[in-house]
């Protein structure tokens, strides 16, 4: 569908010139890491605009090739019936997260994609609009590169964008365990962390005996969710399924299973409810 004939106004000029400059966003996303830390002090999550519950809804989709599934649909597939079901596809140009960090392992040009309307009000300087095809496509090129994908109905993104909250609007992101803002979210109390940045349903992680506890798994975990403990990989509660370990064990001695046959139909429904992207 190519680039959006819109004139750009002074505030996406604005947006335009801070996005390309990678020190000012790595600095950008020092702040807001810091305010994530502040989730620490008793009740902050509530009113914290990233971590409110009626704002922020966050769920990680395991791409990891083992996974063991009840069903056929695997979950990618949330994804990919998000992206059919909306009616605007928006993809940034770069990931800010990876550029403000100016990763070394993984691509700055796969950024994320909005879906909604709010999404055409991303700045045309540093994004496109593209067709239902091309928004699978990019999906399919950051799995490839062994990007995670993730769901998100997060306030952060309006903040970012300088966009208001109207509920028109989901994002995707490919997140990195070295620079992801997500990774901030382990600072949020357990209790508050279960109810906007769950676990698949049914989503089971087992560690096997063929485990010899190298730590291979530690460092791909930007929840720093896994300990070596006794020779043997523990996963704390913390951990939101991702599927990294996974995928970096030698030895395959991490294993995840998909229980709930249901799982992924109902977090389609949820993000559904959640924004109105049709």
């Given at each position: 569908?190519?680039?959006?004939?819109?004139?750009?106004?002074?505030?996406?000029?604005?947006?335009?010139w801070?996005?390309?400059?990678?020190?000012?966003?790595?600095?950008?996303?020092?702040?807001?890491?810091?305010?994530?830390?502040?989730?620490?002090?008793?009740?902050?999550?509530i009113?914290?605009p990233?971590?409110k519950?009626?704002?922020n809804?966050?769920?990680?989709?395991?791409?990891?090739?083992?996974?063991?599934?009840?069903t056929?649909?695997l979950p990618?597939m949330?994804?990919s019936?998000?992206?059919?079901?909306?009616?605007?596809?928006?993809?940034?140009d770069?990931c800010?997260?990876?550029?403000?960090?100016?990763?070394?392992?993984?691509?700055?040009?796969i950024?994320?994609?909005?879906?909604?309307?709010?999404g055409?009000?991303?700045?045309?300087?540093?994004?496109?609009?593209?067709s239902?095809?091309?928004?699978?496509a990019?999906?399919?090129?950051?799995?490839?590169?062994?990007?995670?994908?993730?769901?998100?109905?997060?306030?952060?993104?309006n903040?970012a964008?300088?966009l208001?909250?109207?509920?028109?609007?989901l994002?995707?992101?490919?997140?990195?365990?070295?620079?992801?803002l997500i990774?901030?979210?382990?600072y949020?109390?357990?209790?508050?962390?279960e109810?906007?940045?769950?676990?698949?349903?049914?989503?089971?992680?087992?560690?096997?005996?063929?485990?010899?506890?190298?730590g291979?798994?530690?460092?791909?975990?930007?929840?720093?969710?896994i300990?070596?403990?006794?020779g043997?990989?523990?996963?704390?509660?913390?951990?939101r399924?991702?599927?990294?370990?996974?995928?970096?064990?030698p030895?395959?001695?991490?294993?995840i299973r998909?229980?709930?046959?249901?799982?992924?139909s109902?977090?389609?429904?949820r993000f559904?409810?959640?924004?109105?992207?049709?």
């Open positions: 569908m190519g680039n959006r004939k819109k004139t750009m106004s002074l505030k996406h000029t604005f947006q335009v801070l996005y390309n400059r990678r020190r000012l966003v790595g600095y950008a996303l020092d702040a807001l890491g810091l305010t994530m830390r502040a989730n620490r002090i008793p009740l902050f999550s009113i914290h990233f971590t519950r009626s704002s809804y966050i769920v990680n989709l395991p791409i990891n090739q083992g996974l063991d599934s009840v056929h649909a990618p949330v994804v019936e998000l992206i059919r079901r909306a009616r605007y596809h928006v993809i940034l770069a800010l997260c990876r550029q403000g960090r100016d990763c070394e392992v993984h691509p700055h040009d950024g994320c994609l909005f879906l909604g309307r709010s055409l009000e991303v700045p045309p300087g540093y994004s496109r609009r593209v239902e095809a091309e928004a699978l990019h999906v399919d090129r950051a799995v490839q590169a062994g990007l995670v994908p993730m769901t998100v109905r997060a306030r952060v993104d903040f964008f300088l208001p909250d109207r509920h028109t609007l994002g995707v992101c490919f997140c990195c365990a070295c620079c992801c990774g901030n979210y382990r949020v109390p357990q209790k508050h962390l109810e906007i940045f769950p676990r698949l349903d049914g989503l089971e992680i087992k560690v096997s005996d063929g485990c010899i506890g190298c291979a798994c530690v460092d791909t975990c930007y929840m720093r969710s300990r070596v403990e006794g043997r990989a523990i996963h704390a509660d913390t951990c399924g991702c599927g990294r370990c996974a995928a970096a064990c030895h395959g001695a991490v294993t998909l229980t709930d046959a249901q799982s992924l109902k977090t389609v429904e559904l409810d959640l924004a109105k992207i049709d």
